[in-house]
């Protein structure tokens, strides 16, 4: 199975979705799945990692004022979209209902996912 996680904020920012997620990413790479995190970037910049069929997408992001050690994703429509276009996931995990999610939900149903 192919699964994508979006949220705001992934290891090394420390917030509860982060922990979650990285443990949810992980275990289930473990188990053989396909798994992609789409995240803030921890250093503004757009990069990406993978290992043990687990990728992680940082998109360009910018500090959370509200939150202190925090990033989040301005205007992540079409770097979301674009990244669950590439990886073509049979499920789409949501853990930011804010913009990330919006085009989250955008992208599984232009995917039919």
């Known amino acids: ?15 509860g ?13 473990a188990r053989g799945h396909a798994a992609l995190v789409i995240a803030a970037s921890d250093t503004g910049d757009p990069y990406a990692t993978e290992s043990a069929g687990m990728r992680v997408e940082r998109l360009r992001s910018l500090p959370n004022p509200t939150r202190a050690c925090q990033r989040f994703v301005p205007g992540s429509f079409a770097g979301i979209v674009s990244a669950i276009k590439a990886f073509r996931p049979d499920v789409i995990h949501i853990h930011d209902t804010l913009s990330m999610g919006v085009a989250a939900i955008h992208a599984g149903r232009l995917g039919r996912v």
């Open 17 to 29: 979705a982060a922990i979650v997620v990285e443990g949810l990413a992980a275990g289930m790479a």
């Open 1 to 15: 199975m192919r699964i994508a996680y979006v949220c705001q904020s992934y290891p090394p920012m420390t917030s």
